[in-house]
Nanobody, 125 residues
């Protein structure tokens, strides 16, 4: 069973930075995209960004564009979400997800095959 595991969440002041990691473990399988989503208190889970297998393509939600950066290290089976200039409205549980695809990457939840348990990010004002 493939299992993504997030880490790196925590409490940070507005304007600060955090880097989340997503280690993908489990049975050997082919190429995959890594997506990041978040659920703020009282809201539905929303797309944050995604990166394809090669790392050549990334897509971001408008709300995080220019502040967040997604990257990956395939040798380590790890994806990263670098979050800069954090705002209180970024407070949420952040999830990483894996989409088994040769070269694609999707913004919608239904495309993803495996999900992590989430890590809490809290931004204080």
């Amino acid at each position: 069973q493939v299992q993504p595991v997030e880490s790196g969440g925590g409490l940070v002041q507005a304007g600060g930075s955090l880097r989340l990691s997503c280690v993908v473990s489990g049975r050997t399988f082919g190429k995959y995209a890594v997506g990041w989503f978040r659920r703020a208190p009282g809201k539905v889970r929303e797309f944050v960004g995604t990166i394809n297998w090669s790392g050549a393509r990334t897509y971001y939600a408008d709300s995080v564009k220019g502040r967040f950066t997604i990257s990956r290290d395939n040798a380590k089976n790890t994806g990263y979400l670098q979050m800069n200039s954090l705002k209180p409205e970024d407070t949420a549980v952040y999830y990483c997800a894996v989409e088994e695809t040769d070269d694609g990457s999707s913004w919608y939840e239904e495309a993803y095959d495996y999900w992590g348990q989430g890590t809490q990010v809290t931004v204080s004002s």
